[in-house]
């Protein structure tokens, strides 16, 4: 009998940059990404105080064109994509039937029969077979995801590295996109993000990807611009309470569990999973809290209990050291009775054994920068 062997991660067109960069390189999702060049710490703030450079062409794309896209995008997402002009984005999940959660996604529009949906690297195949499964007249699905590269740069410095590359492009507006050139390369540019701060996405050809990393690096640096990992990345959407699937977000997760509520438009009767939506509307059982934590890190898993309650009232979904706040913090999902207060009550959190203190606290845990 012949051992099986995992598969190997694949590469983004930027890996070699980042190994001569000197980056440490870890799977995840099927990918081998930099986790960190230096120091998570060191890298967090740099997003936090300058700017921050990351490779997310792990990320899927997927293309939906044609006379019959805009119903598609009614069927599969949860937010209302018929109500984006062209050049405007949007934050959406694809739902199931259960009311749960198959990706959370951005949709960006770039014509009146043209929308281009950036979705998780972990979820691009199953999100893919789901929406071929789901076809619409009159519409075409064309998976983009292996020519193209997706850079972030993000950080109070992101766009004015930008405008010197691009001139005109501090003109988006948040969640404003539009096809442009950077550095002499065609992009598409997104004022979105995920981290908290300012900042933009930019989709290029996957071919053109290291010239243009290697531009932006250059052109940032004098700013303080640093490469970043995944590692930066999780803490920075943590602090400012990013969901990410797999942790937030789940097949069996409803969106008004989780606070997201507000990109669930229930005005389609063709929606997938409207009726569940409608139900979970009324009265979801569960609530995120935010919690700041004493005496260690509640990582993913751990268990939440009220003050001396003998039974787990919930689970921690994410949790890390806050570089910017300076202490433990976390996100968990709990039953709905113990959100009611979300700011200021008492729980414990079991964390190798042992009961720990941790406060309610309101999210996100760092208010974000408001962008233009």
Known sequence: MTAATAPTPRRTPLYDEHVAAGARMVEFAGWSMPVQYRSILEEHQAVRRSAG??????????????????????????NDARTLAPGRAQYSMIGNDRGGVVDDII???????RFYVCVNASNAAKDLAWILAHP??????TDRSNETALIAVQGPAAIGILEKMSPGIAGLARFACEERRVAGIDVLAARTGYTGEDGAELFCPAD????????????????????CGLGARD????????????????????PYEVGLGWAVKRNRPEMIGRDALD??????????????VDGGIAREGTEVFAKEGADAIGVVTSGTHSPTLGRAVAMALVARQFAADPNGSDVEVEIRGKRRAASVTRLP????????
Do not use: N, Q
């Open 107 to 113: 949709v960006y529009r770039l014509g009146a029969e």
């Open 279 to 292: 139900r979970a509307a009324a009265g979801a059982p569960r609530r995120l809290i935010g919690l700041l």
């Open 53 to 78: 450079l990351f490779d997310v062409s792990h990320m899927g794309e997927v293309e939906i064109t044609g006379p019959g896209a805009e119903a598609l995008c009614a069927k599969l997402f949860t």
């Open 136 to 141: 619409s007249s009159g519409a075409t699905v």
């Open 208 to 227: 053109a990807a290291v010239r243009l990393w290697r531009a932006l690096a250059a052109a940032g640096e004098p700013a303080g611009l640093r490469p």
């Open 235 to 254: 803490t920075l959407r943590i602090e400012a309470a990013l969901p990410l699937y797999g942790h937030e977000l789940g097949e069996d997760i409803s």
């Open 365 to 372: 845990f760092c208010v974000k920068r408001p962008a233009p």
